[in-house]
């Protein structure tokens, strides 16, 4: 990263132009959600993860929501004080703690069912009672979606976020005696927080039961989603293209478009309202996303072509962030991703816990390695990002 930052880095950055984050989780330092309004970057779009972010989000969009009506002026007045887009989503690394009660059912003795919930989801098969005892009781994943599609349907701009799927995280051991007392009080509850991690990891085909549960709200709502995706890019493109299987598009060869020309045939009137639909959010339920971001995306650069075929109907974004493409070995890779996506697909985040000087800095760092592996003027760059943005939060 080390030519990255120095490129153009006295070159003043056009902060008035508008910085959007597209992906950022200050709801984990609620003491920071103050400081947004006299940040550089215009909006934060705010991701949710797990049972105790849900409603900080929420809170944080009542107090500083943007609405659609309000983007004119926040392009112009920096210090307004809408500045947040929320996300509402159940995050893999937390997705043990859901069970699907469409196929599970609550036994008899509340302690039995725990323990034989988390020994069918976590893998290896965990035999201490006390460490089963000491997770989080489970709750049910129908329970969880109509609480999501309350909050969608109060804010109307609201995504869906952070989803995904993680082959390589393991979830933390029990706090230790006495370690809870300790803990950083500042930091909302429910993370790592410092814990030592168990040698147990979730089994794969639960959190792709509760990622589908999510894009399929997503279809229902015709809300953009935000995915998270380690280790696993193969399995999250199969789990995606399951949710518009037998809805592709029909792709018409340029020798039938002039022979339809020819004879005067129109086209199909599936494809034509197809068309007509793309990215519009409010094109009605369909059975996947609008639109989908894979953040901080680390997948081969081989990849990306799959999620450009003309035949998917969901328009894709790649999102960024120095924190984690440029933070280690991998960053050549995120280069290369970076300089193949379309200019129109690309989004900057900064992934970070705490709103602040230190997210607007992470941004403008991001920016500016984004605008040289383009080619990109600062200003230019950051005109095109934040048109990237508003295309996949509203579907403009």
Known sequence: MADLESSGSDEPFP??????DA??????????????PSMKARILTIMATRAQDQALVFEAAKKRGLRKEDLDSIMKSP???????????????????????????????????????????????????????ALPEPRPLSEYLAQTKDYLSKYPLALIGEVGLDRSFRIPDAWLPGQADERDTTLTPGGR???????????????????????????????????????????????????????EREVISEKERKRRRATGEEQSPELDEDLKNEGNSNAGSKPYPPRICLHSYSGPVEFVKEYFQPSIPVKFFFSFSSVINFSGPTSSKAEEVIKTIPADRILVESDLHCAGDRMDALLEEMIR????LRGWGLEEGVLRLGTNWRRFVFGD
């Open 15 to 20: 902060w008035h132009l508008g910085v959007f």
């Open 23 to 36: 992906h950022c989780h200050p709801t984990d330092t609620m003491a920071s959600i103050d400081s947004i």
């Open 79 to 133: 210090d307004a004080e809408s500045r947040v887009i929320p996300c509402f989503g159940w995050h893999p690394w937390f997705s043990h703690q859901m069970y699907d009660d469409t196929s599970e059912k609550p036994r008899e003795f509340e302690d039995d069912f725990r323990i034989a919930h988390y020994q069918a989801v976590l893998t290896p098969k965990p035999e201490s009672r006390d460490f089963l005892l």
């Open 193 to 247: 927080e410092g814990r030592k991690l168990s040698p147990y990891r979730v089994q794969l085909e639960h959190q792709r039961k509760v990622l589908k549960a999510q894009l399929k709200l997503g279809g229902e709502m015709q809300r953009a989603v935000s995915v998270h995706g380690v280790q696993a890019h193969g399995i999250v493109h199969t789990t995606l293209k399951e949710t518009w299987k037998g809805h």
């Open 369 to 372: 390695a984004i605008c040289k």
